[in-house]
């Protein structure tokens, strides 16, 4: 069974400092790129960070460029992302999900989000 | 980035009615876009990818057509578990922006 289960979210003060954890099971996490995506209170989804399988590169949302660090480490079938300088519009549900790449008959490939986790919350308030 | 942009914003409909979202693209991003459901206290759930293929399990009353910059996603007839929220999702280009989303409210 494919699971990916989140971890890490609590209450933090404003300019403080949390780590997520999301725990991968029943597939190679090492040749999956993973993603964060978040949804605050009342609003939609918003994408957060990529990470490409092997660490090679990262992708953040503008939003949160320069502040969150997404990382992984394969030998624990881990991904984290750091927050770091939070502010009180960080607060949301971070959820984090597998990149699979579908091939198309055409012989293109895409990209989808297909595994998601149940999701961290995080509170930015003092 | 990609802008992606969602309308409605939400719907109001009645169970067997046939409704269709929309979603465009700020540039052309192929059939690069993706579908998700989204329900209160439940994880995302992948619909759709490559614009109108139908993910592993999911019903064939969804239907999901469109390239380039204009996209929809069609209920043939809305059932009683469709009633949730919905993005569409480019992957065309990082970072893969997501659509604000359409709620589809009971009537």
């Known amino acids: 069974q494919v699971h990916l289960v989140e971890s890490g979210g609590g209450v933090v003060q404003p300019g403080r400092s949390l780590r997520l954890s999301c725990a991968a099971s029943g597939f190679t996490f090492s040749t999956y790129g993973m993603h964060w995506v978040r949804q605050a209170p009342g609003k939609g989804l918003e994408y957060v960070a990529v990470?490409?399988?092997?660490?090679?590169?990262?992708y953040y949302a503008d939003s949160v460029k320069g502040r969150f660090t997404i990382s992984r480490d394969n030998s624990k079938s881990t991904l984290y992302l750091q927050l770091n300088s939070l502010r009180a519009e960080d607060t949301a549900v971070y959820y984090c999900?597998?990149?699979?790449?579908?091939?198309?008959?055409?012989?293109?490939?895409?990209?989808?989000?297909?595994?998601w986790g149940q999701g961290t919350m995080v509170t930015v308030s003092s | 980035d990609i802008q992606m942009t969602q309308s409605p914003s939400s719907l109001s409909a009645s169970i067997g009615d046939r409704v269709t979202i929309t979603c465009r693209a700020s540039q052309n991003i192929s059939f690069y876009l993706n579908w998700y459901q989204l329900k209160p206290g439940n994880a995302p759930k992948l619909l759709i990818h490559a614009a109108s293929t139908l993910h592993n399990g999911v019903p064939s009353r969804f239907n999901g057509s469109g390239s380039g910059t204009d996209f929809t996603l069609t209920f043939s007839s809305l059932q009683p578990e469709d009633f949730a929220a919905y993005y569409c999702q480019q992957s065309y280009s990082n970072p893969p922006t997501f659509g604000h989303g359409t709620k589809v409210e009971i009537k």
């Open positions: 990470i490409w399988h092997d660490g090679s590169d990262k």
């Open positions: 999900a597998r990149g699979e790449n579908f091939y198309a008959s055409s012989g293109h490939i895409t990209n989808a989000l297909d595994i």
